[in-house]
């Protein structure tokens, strides 16, 4: 089932792919749509659409929502990312005047520290919209001359709700650290999606700049690696290092020593030998760092792999749950 942002469905209604877009599931942003004077405990109640023209020049009568489907399978997502779990659950989802109307109950803290983050940020006000996923079943072009390509839709399924990081979630985030909340959860998950090369409905720039603004620390290529594998690194680097200057210095040093007597007999041994054989102990010494070195990059690199293959993996199994 493929996802569409409104403006992809824009596309494919203007192309004429009615294949592309038959069966698919749009998403529709709600901006301030939290209501904080209701929340109790770890609930809080969401306008998740209503009637108004949006941004794209779109609507949603509130008349044409069909919600049987989400019912058998209430979940709240995070931008609308289906290979994680979800952060909650929607409760008493329905319609009220030209709303549709509902509350999302967040995970506990132990059973999810993203959601519990997630709950919180509402809880602060650092956050504030939604999102909805529906699929289309009726529409028509709107004959408003003052939205242009619009759509009017007059009869939607409800497939799922998300939180979203819109609107200006970076510089939010910042505000969110400051009070005290631990927004390490959000690092984990931006580094996910930007690894998997998907990034779902929110363009990689944002995503990049939330991984930035959680606190991430900056890393080549984007990439982190653990603290214990950054420690055995450096102490590889700094064995080499020293292995270096150990061999330099010896290169380096003079040779001001008379050489020894053929026939003194207690002569020490030559210093030639002694100098090779320290050199060469060195130069084992440097080989064996960077042999170990090359050894973690590998399997960091195997890990990481291996990671995107369980998300992928992840992915496509929800996928085919929520074509179901």
């Known amino acids: 089932m493929p996802m569409l942002s409104q403006a992809e469905f824009h596309a494919g209604v203007a192309a004429g792919h009615s294949a592309r877009i038959k069966g698919a599931t749009v998403t529709r942003f709600a901006p301030q749509a939290a209501d904080l004077t209701e929340q109790v405990g770890r609930t809080i109640r969401f306008v998740f659409s209503d009637d108004s023209v949006d941004r794209m020049g779109d609507t949603l009568s509130a008349k044409g929502w069909q919600l049987d489907d989400y019912r058998q399978n209430n979940i709240a997502l995070w931008a609308h990312d289906a290979s994680q779990p979800p952060v909650g659950k929607g409760l008493n989802v329905g319609v009220a005047g030209n709303r549709l109307m509902g509350d999302i109950e967040f995970a506990e803290a132990d059973l999810s520290p993203f959601a519990d983050m997630i709950f919180r940020m509402y809880k602060g006000g650092f956050l504030n919209a939604v999102s909805v996923g529906f699929q289309p079943i009726e529409w028509r072009l709107a004959k ?43 690092i984990g998950w931006t580094e996910s999606v930007l690894d998997s090369g998907d990034c779902l409905l929110v363009p990689r720039a944002e995503i990049e700049a939330l991984r930035k603004m959680a606190g991430a620390p900056v890393t080549r290529a984007g990439r982190k690696i653990s603290a214990a594998t950054a420690k055995t690194l450096g102490a590889a680097h700094e064995c080499m290092t020293a292995a270096c200057g150990h061999i330099k210095s010896l290169t380096d040093a003079p040779d001001d020593e008379p050489d020894a007597d053929p026939d003194d007999k207690a002569a020490e041994p030559d210093a030639d030998d002694t100098e090779a054989a320290t050199v060469a102990k060195a130069a084992a010494d440097a080989l064996a760092a960077q042999a170990e070195a090359d050894a973690l990059a590998a399997q960091v690199a195997q890990a990481e792999a291996d990671a995107a293959a369980l998300r992928a993996r992840k992915a496509r199994a929800m996928r085919r749950r929520l074509s179901l």
């Open 144 to 186: 408003d001359k003052s939205r242009p390509h619009g759509v009017d839709f007059q009869k939607q399924a409800l497939m799922e709700i998300s939180c979203v990081p819109v609107p200006a979630l970076p510089s939010a985030l910042v505000q969110a650290r400051a009070a005290g909340i631990d927004t390490a959860p959000l």
